[in-house]
Nanobody, 119 residues
Framework: QVQLVESGGGLVQPGGSLRLSCVASGSILSIYVMGWYRQAPGKQRELVATITSGGSTNYADFVKGRFTISRDNAKNTVYLQMNSLKSEDTAVYYC?????????????WGQGTQVTVSS
């Protein structure tokens, strides 16, 4: 089993910043890709950003230039630095990790952390 624990969400004013963290634990041999997704009320879950084990990143167009994804491979941790937040960034943010356990690949999701951007 692989467990993901997210932290860092909260309430912030427009233009403000937040930093999300997600720690993966369990019988992990290697991690391929770590990423963040979000789901706003009444909308489908959507990709925010991903980062590979080699550090290659991919961002949704609506966060380019504002959000930065990074990871600490030694700690199995992924971060999302969110700057210049807008009201439309309000959503539940989910961490996703894909990797390898002893006998199989895994694709795990965190429980989600609420980000609310409001004055």
């Amino acid at each position: 089993q692989v467990q993901l624990v997210e932290s860092g969400g909260g309430l912030v004013q427009p233009g403000g910043s937040l930093r999300l963290s997600c720690v993966a634990s369990g019988s992990i041999l290697s991690i391929y890709v770590m990423g963040w997704y979000r789901q706003a009320p009444g909308k489908q879950r959507e990709l925010v950003a991903t980062i590979t084990s080699g550090g290659s990143t991919n961002y949704a167009d609506f966060v380019k230039g504002r959000f930065t994804i990074s990871r600490d491979n030694a700690k199995n941790t992924v971060y999302l630095q969110m700057n210049s937040l807008k009201s439309e960034d309000t959503a539940v943010y989910y961490c996703n990790v894909k990797g390898r356990m002893r006998s199989r690949d895994f694709d795990s999701w965190g429980q989600g952390t609420q980000v609310t951007v409001s004055s």
